[in-house]
């Protein structure tokens, strides 16, 4: 059974920067998918970034350039790198897993999410 939980969520000024993790467990070592997604007030949730046990990374046009995907392997943590930070991505962010089967990870259905966590970009 995949578990999720992030971590590391909190406020920030435009233009800072933040990380935000997710300890992943029980997730097949070989074959994976795992992103990022958020979701803001009176919007619906959208992926961000995704990695596969390939290390085959995907980002959001919105975000390319200044978020960074990553998977720690021996620390079981997913993390998203967050740089040059603008209000509107002020949302909840949650991490998602699920065993890789075909395709590629943005296009997948993820059953396996963790509790989210907010993040606030504001002067």
């Known amino acids: 059974q995949i578990q999720l939980s992030e971590s590391g969520g909190g406020s920030v000024q435009p233009g800072g920067s933040l990380t935000i993790s997710c300890a992943v467990s029980?997730?097949?070592?070989?074959?994976?998918?795992m992103g990022w997604f958020r979701q803001a007030p009176d919007k619906e949730r959208e992926g961000v970034a995704y990695?596969?046990?390939?290390?085959?990374?995907n980002y959001a046009d919105s975000v390319k350039g200044r978020f960074t995907i990553s998977l720690d392997t021996a620390k079981n943590t997913l993390s998203l790198q967050m740089n040059s930070l603008k209000p509107e991505v002020t949302a909840i962010y949650y991490c998602?897993?699920?065993?890789?089967?075909?395709?590629?990870?943005?296009?997948?259905?993820?059953?396996?999410w963790g509790q989210g966590t907010r993040v606030t970009v504001s002067s």
């Open positions: 998602a897993a699920e065993p890789r089967v075909r395709g590629a990870c943005y296009a997948a259905v993820y059953n396996n």
């Open positions: 990695i596969d046990d390939y290390g085959t990374l």
């Open positions: 029980g997730y097949p070592k070989h074959m994976y998918c």
